[in-house]
């Protein structure tokens, strides 16, 4: 049975930071990439960063010089290193593990921007 579970997420300062988690099982995590989106309130789920299973990576220009997406295949989990955060990145993050015509998604953790 294939999961991926995020934590992680909660309620955050502006200007603050946040580590997500995405723990994977039931799957050959190493040979997926992995990939963190986010959808905010009425708005379209969108990428944010994803990591490649050889390591590269690329991310959403909102998402540049301010995160940092990491895998580590021996715990079979991806982070999400966000920082400088602002309200704009108010939304619940979804974890997808991709291989070819396959993906799995989790069912998210939610991050606020507020003071």
């Known amino acids: 049975q294939v999961q991926l579970v995020e934590s992680g997420g909660g309620l955050v300062q502006p200007g603050g930071s946040l580590r997500l988690s995405c723990a994977g099982s039931g799957f050959t995590f190493s040979s997926y990439a992995m990939g963190w989106y986010r959808q905010a309130p009425g708005k379209q789920r969108e990428l944010v960063a994803r990591?490649?299973?050889?390591?590269?990576?690329n991310y959403a220009d909102s998402a540049k010089g301010r995160f940092t997406i990491s895998r580590a295949n021996a715990k079979n989990t991806v982070y999400l290193q966000m920082n400088s955060l602002n309200p704009e990145d108010t939304a619940v993050y979804y974890c997808?593990?991709?291989?070819?015509?396959?993906?799995?998604w989790g069912k998210g953790t939610p991050v606020t921007v507020s003071s």
């Open positions: 997808k593990a991709v291989r070819a015509i396959v993906n799995y």
């Open positions: 990591i490649a299973s050889s390591g590269s990576t």
